[in-house]
């Protein structure tokens, strides 16, 4: 059975036009690229207060999150993000995981 996920990141200060339309922009490789490991129904939210975002998605039960931080496009999204938001030394997104409290289906 498919499950969501969530977690959080942080935009710097001032960036969240910035990252809106970089997303508006998405590589088209990425976006299938996400889809074949299995990533569907992905939003991500922004607190403008405190410059968090809040992501969730759904990933299938044979999902391959496990390979992006090897892909090529993956690394290109995360070099070209790397100016407006936390990241880790391999330039991807610092991801604090948020645990499920409550759920109402």
């Known amino acids: 059975m498919p499950d969501r996920i969530a977690f959080r990141m942080n935009l710097h200060p001032g960036q969240a036009a910035e990252y809106e339309k970089r997303h508006d922009e998405i590589f088209p490789e990425l976006v299938a690229l996400l889809k074949e490991v299995g990533i ?3 939003t991500i ?7 968090h975002l809040f992501a969730i998605l759904t990933r299938s039960d044979d999902h ?3 390979r992006l931080p090897d892909e090529a496009v993956m690394k290109r999204w995360w070099a070209f993000m790397g100016d407006i938001m936390e990241t880790n030394p391999d330039s991807s997104p610092v991801q604090v995981p948020l645990k499920r409290v409550f759920y109402l289906a």
């Open 64 to 66: 391959g999150l496990d």
């Open 40 to 42: 569907s129904d992905y």
């Open 45 to 51: 939210w922004l607190d403008p207060e405190d410059h």
